[in-house]
């Protein structure tokens, strides 16, 4: 699993480029989170531990957590599918707040 | 070892000696004896390489920087309407650093149809950042193939080895095989520090805006910008394992010519014999045979070339619109200099017409007539 | 009790893909790639050329997955691919599976003569052909992935793609490959085992793999899922495999297969469409889905 603190790089000079175009760094550095405009909350009370809305990120930004499933609102885009697929209906998309 | 073979079969055994691991062509008229000889290599076992025979030239270069990229020393070979079709892969293998060693045949381009020789082929490739020599004999052929490998594998830069259509390709002549041993000392396993490999994983060509292209293109010319000094180098090396050297130019008898011929390929040992011709009728002629297009050596062509009253090119290509392309990179290499001589511009040979002895004679008549240079393109041999 | 209960996991739990990602929202491309790399793991060698998954890994130099990806020419995933092999095997490396990952254009299309070469050669790489049914990555234009009746900005809706969609399953058949399939993003579960079974299968294996664009397509991202499933529902991309090019199985048998019109109606790209023409792609569909039944032997 890729760094999460992943910094972006700065070259200073064409000295510190690799000689092949070649990435040194991970794409984490990227908090893809400023893209959404809804939010998931998952409601752990109904929560079915089903693995669904893990299974079914496209980022993937649901981790498990002690047998949870967490959000990483860092980078998740509100795309909706875990809402939509979810089985107990436990996951609202709410409007961002800014 | 001696052996008599073709021009063909001269870079079959330079990247048998080179010990390729991967080659992957594409057959094309006059190329097609390069691979049928690797290809049996391949299956007595003299040479231990992966041979795909892939269903066209563009996937043929696709799979030679795949091969590389992976870590493995490739080869492959083409010609005109091949090398065209591989056009957008030889940016590829340039820009990705990728040293690839590939033969190319001199062929004209089409239409019409034409199996004969001329240099438009590797010349319209000129600015897709591959190294070029341009080679007048079959020995030459197999040893600039090997010092090609390593050259390039120093500096990450891909080089294609030229040889005339049927003057060079199909012509038989006595080549010496250097000593596997020797050739293994001389030129190690290629290597490289960055590879394709899970082990140790990286996203190689990725997407890269204006803030980033700039500085790696520049990285890719300043690397080529090495190339001359390393070429002669490699040949200083190389002299010292086998015996013959050839760096970036072979001049015949320029110290105190009063008109120097600039030629390349064969034409480029033809001239010597028109030079001895001309010598024996009294006039001090010299040839400058460039070898090395890509990168061009300017310093050793300023150096030959000044000491001239006279220089005549001979161009067997031509940049429609403008004139033939050794002569405008030779006239530009001496221009602004004081002390320069005149630069005359001659197309001669194209689609595979003869170059003689004669021809070489009506560019010395023109020349030693003529003051200045005319920029018009002055044609030998067509029937007006 | 619900406390001490484990997450239940149908899939590989590590990931080989990271956050960060340029992929729009509700991508299932990037499912797609995040199910392959459960099912091979981390011994495995990308080739992708170009198409959407050039631009989501991120640009220069950043990537966001933790195998390595050689980013080669539109047409040449296969024959980056063979390279790539020959290059491992060549020098020591047989373990690293090499994958081309094209998308649709790159694969039924430009891509298709280098493909065909490999397929025809037996070459030992996986193939996996995402497909969202248009050039997506340079704005939504018609491939012959793109299927009848479709809105693209090169089939717009007064001609809208009136050719039906490559049967590339076929054309691979054709080859005599060893393995084939097709697998949905809703049904990740079928995808990483026919992908861990091809995984040990020597040769040439070609994965047509069902990738709604929200984008392209004009649908809601959170129903990417969703209408991958009806479609696998509705016989639109049935799910099947086929060995050495003859012997098809079905994966999954439909019972109750559903109508198309639900699926369509959920897709801003075939809003146009009348009564008539969805009767006439819903006939096509049935008849699809007989000749299927009738290869596999039902």
């Given at each position: 699993m890729k760094d999460k603190k992943a910094k972006k790089i700065v070259f200073r000079s064409a000295d510190d480029m690799p000689t092949m175009v070649i990435s040194i760094g991970s794409q984490t550095h990227n908090k893809t989170g400023a893209w959404r405009n809804i939010r998931p909350e998952i409601d752990l009370g109904r929560c079915?531990?089903?693995?669904i809305c893990w299974k079914f990120c496209p980022e993937p930004s649901i981790e498990i957590v002690d047998e949870w499933p967490v959000v990483d609102y860092d980078y998740c885009k509100g795309c909706g599918i875990c809402a939509e697929e979810c089985p107990a209906k436990c996951i609202v998309m709410v409007e961002e707040k800014r | 070892m001696k052996k008599v073979m073709m021009g063909n079969h001269a870079l079959s055994y330079g990247a048998m000696l080179s010990r390729a691991r991967v080659i992957s062509a594409y057959p094309i008229t006059p190329q097609t004896q390069v691979v049928e000889l690797l290809s049996e290599m391949c299956a007595d076992g003299s040479l231990d390489a992966r041979f795909i025979k892939v269903e066209s030239e563009h996937s043929a270069m696709a799979s030679c920087i795949g091969a590389s990229v992976a870590g493995a020393r490739t080869f492959t070979a083409t010609s005109a309407q091949g090398l065209a079709l591989m056009h957008e892969m030889l940016h590829w293998a340039s820009g990705g650093r990728h040293p690839v060693v590939m033969g190319n045949i001199n062929r004209s381009m089409a239409p019409g149809w034409s199996i004969w020789t001329d240099q438009n082929d590797s010349l319209s490739e000129r600015d897709t950042g591959w190294m070029q020599y341009y080679c007048s004999s079959n020995q030459e052929v197999l040893d600039t193939v090997i010092q090609a490998f390593k050259v390039s594998e120093a500096l990450m830069i891909p080089a294609m080895v030229i040889l005339d259509a049927f003057?060079?390709?199909h012509t038989y002549e006595v080549v010496e095989l250097p000593d596997q041993a020797e050739v293994d000392k001389f030129l190690p396993p290629?290597?490289?520090?960055?590879?394709?490999?899970p082990k140790d994983p990286h996203a190689f060509g990725g997407l890269t805006s204006p803030e980033h292209y700039f500085e790696l293109r520049y990285k890719l010319e300043m690397d080529m910008q090495k190339a001359p000094a390393l070429i002669e180098e490699t040949g200083r090396e190389y002299e010292k394992l086998f015996g013959r050297r050839l760096g970036l130019v072979d001049p015949y008898l320029c110290d105190d010519a009063g008109l120097i011929l600039v030629t390349s390929g064969t034409a480029g040992s033809t001239a010597r014999v028109a030079v001895d011709a001309l010598r024996q009728a009294g006039v001090k002629a010299g040839n400058l045979r460039i070898k090395v297009l890509r990168p061009f050596p300017f310093e050793v062509v300023r150096a030959i070339l000044r000491k001239a009253a006279k220089v005549a090119v001979v161009d067997r290509n031509i940049s429609y619109g403008a004139h033939g392309i050794f002569y405008q990179e030779v006239k530009s290499a001496l221009y602004g200099r004081p002390g320069m001589p005149p630069v005359f511009g001659f197309i001669a040979?194209?689609?595979?017409?003869d170059i003689t002895v004669d021809t070489f004679k009506e560019v010395v008549d023109h020349t030693l007539g003529h003051e200045a240079a005319d920029e018009a393109i002055v044609w030998i041999g067509v029937k007006k | 009790m619900k406390k001490d209960k484990k997450m239940t996991l149908t899939l590989p739990v590590e990931e080989l893909m990271s956050c960060g990602h340029l992929a729009c929202q509700g991508c299932g491309a990037t499912l797609a790639m995040r199910d392959m790399l459960k099912a091979l793991g981390q011994k495995t060698a990308l080739c992708i050329p170009a198409c959407c998954w050039a631009v989501i890994d991120g640009a220069y130099p950043y990537s966001s997955l933790d195998v390595p990806i050689y980013h080669c020419a539109f047409e040449t995933a296969a024959s980056t691919a063979t390279g790539v092999k020959a290059g491992l095997e060549m020098t020591g490396d047989t373990e690293t599976t090499v994958v081309a990952w094209a998308g649709d254009g790159g694969t039924f299309d430009i891509g298709l003569q280098a493909l065909s070469g490999a397929a025809e050669r037996n070459e030992d790489i996986i193939y996996v052909c995402y497909d969202n049914e248009a050039y997506m990555n340079t704005g939504i234009q018609r491939s012959?992935?793109?299927?009848?009746g479709a809105w693209t900005t090169t089939t717009p809706v007064k001609h809208f793609k009136n050719r039906p969609k490559k049967d590339i399953s076929a054309i691979m058949a054709a080859h005599g490959i060893p393995y084939i399939a097709t697998a949905s993003i809703a049904y990740p579960e079928d995808f990483v085992k026919k992908m861990k079974k091809a995984k040990?299968?020597?040769g040439t294996r070609f994965f047509h793999v069902f990738a709604p664009c929200p984008t392209g397509w004009k649908s809601r991202p959170d129903d990417s899922v969703k209408l991958a499933r009806m479609a696998v529902q509705n016989a639109v991309f049935p799910l099947f495999e086929i060995e050495d090019g003859t012997k098809l199985t079905l994966n999954m048998k439909l019972k109750d297969k559903k109508p198309i019109k639900d699926y369509l109606r959920l897709q801003g790209r075939f809003r146009h469409l009348t009564e008539d023409q969805i009767a006439a792609m819903q006939a096509e569909v049935d008849a699809r889905w007989l000749r299927l039944l009738e290869r596999a032997g039902d």
């Open positions: 079915l531990k089903c693995g | 003057s060079l390709s290629f290597d490289p520090e960055i590879r394709l490999t040979g194209l689609g595979g017409r | 012959s992935a793109t299927p009848y040990d299968i020597s």
